[in-house]
């Protein structure tokens, strides 16, 4: 029987809580954050020259550049938004309720390399592993090629695990509350249900863990990624762009890089309340998931008018904590009754 007449646990739960928010607060100060105040830095910069083209090509509009610019991509039509509103609450509560509930449960990538080296062990006992002589151009070599493997995987991992979430019908009722925000803001990258984020974690855990244990055998167990700002180089490198995803300024790539990479506005078009866009772009960097599996839509060089959101449902539905928390449950629960009423008829 626990001994209820000891409070530290009131005091070790007051701790986390405090913790957790004054983390999510001061993410902007952690480098692996993604809303590090350099990549929201990033995203402004870019947002000003999208601006200044825009200005120049609309020769009527008499206003100076910052009142074009903030009414065009700081208005109180996005920013103050109740959707844009609840997603800040929502980045607060959930960096509360996510870490403490869900994460201790989460699939981490070093957990499939340990479980692969325990499996290759029991069967491989003594064999010689490492392969490949490391010579130091060698090592170059293969640093190389495992820091582009690695990042292939990890991409690859979120493309499918986005894609079950788009096609299987029980974990589209978790992933409808990112689609549910009627405005992005960089807030909207965090609106995702706990459900949703275990299962955006458990495909790349298991794609880069099969990549690192594939190294750690045949190449050398200390082999490891080229890193920028504590991070992956290239997830660092596409991080200074990631903002503008999730915030109404149309930023595409040139044909040929459109081609090859996921640029935010296709990611506006994946939001898009458009039945012709649902589900289309569900790529995060690489563009070669969508075009493989056929739902990529390039989006064009001008900019495309957008409404954002569900498309077929009431966006009042999904306009509070409770909301976004519960609705999948209440909508999985109505359409198990309702399957079980149409069954004994
Ligand atoms: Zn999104
Ligand atoms: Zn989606």
Not at 167 to 189: C, M, Q, R, Y
Not at 255 to 279: C, E, M, R, T, Y
Not at 324 to 340: C, E, G
């Amino acid at each position: 029987m626990p001994d209820l007449t000891n409070t530290t646990w009131i005091y070790d739960v007051i701790y986390q809580l405090v913790f957790q928010v004054t983390t999510a607060i001061t993410a902007p100060l952690r480098s692996t954050s993604d809303i590090y105040w350099v990549y929201l830095v990033s995203a402004l910069i870019i947002g000003i020259f999208v601006a200044l083209r825009h200005k120049e090509m609309d020769n009527g509009e008499s206003s100076g550049f910052w009142n074009h610019f903030q009414s065009k991509y700081l208005s109180k039509n996005t920013w103050g938004h109740p959707s844009a509103l609840l997603d800040m609450r929502y980045y607060v509560v959930n960096a509360v309720v996510f870490p403490l509930l869900f994460a201790p449960l989460a699939l981490q990538s070093q957990t499939v390399v340990n479980f692969l080296n325990t499996w290759y062990s029991s069967f491989f006992e003594g064999a010689s592993t490492h392969f490949f002589a490391t010579s130091s151009v060698e090592e170059i070599v293969f640093k190389v090629i495992y820091t582009l493997l690695f990042f292939v995987a990890y991409d690859g991992g979120r493309f499918i695990a986005h894609s079950l979430l788009h096609d299987v019908e029980w974990l589209w009722e978790f992933h409808k509350i990112h689609h549910s925000a009627e405005v992005l803001t960089p807030f909207t990258a965090f609106r995702v249900h706990p459900i949703d984020l275990m299962v955006m974690g458990i495909f790349p855990a298991f794609t880069t863990g099969v990549v690192t244990w594939l190294f750690h055998v045949f190449v050398s167990q200390e082999i490891g990624f080229y890193t920028l700002l504590n991070l992956h180089v290239f997830i660092c490198l596409f991080n200074f762009i990631d903002n503008i995803r999730h915030w109404n300024v149309w930023v595409t790539y040139p044909a040929p890089v459109n081609k090859w990479f996921i640029s935010p506005a296709h990611h506006q078009l994946h939001h898009s309340a458009d039945q012709a866009h649902w589900g289309c772009n569900r790529g995060f960097e690489l563009a070669i998931w969508d075009r493989l599996y056929k739902t990529i839509l390039t989006p064009s060089n001008t900019e495309q008018k957008i409404e954002f959101g569900l498309g077929d449902e009431n966006p009042l539905n999904w306009r509070s904590l409770g909301q976004l928390y519960l609705n999948p449950f209440k909508n999985l629960a109505n359409s198990v009754l309702q399957k079980q009423r149409i069954s004994k008829r």
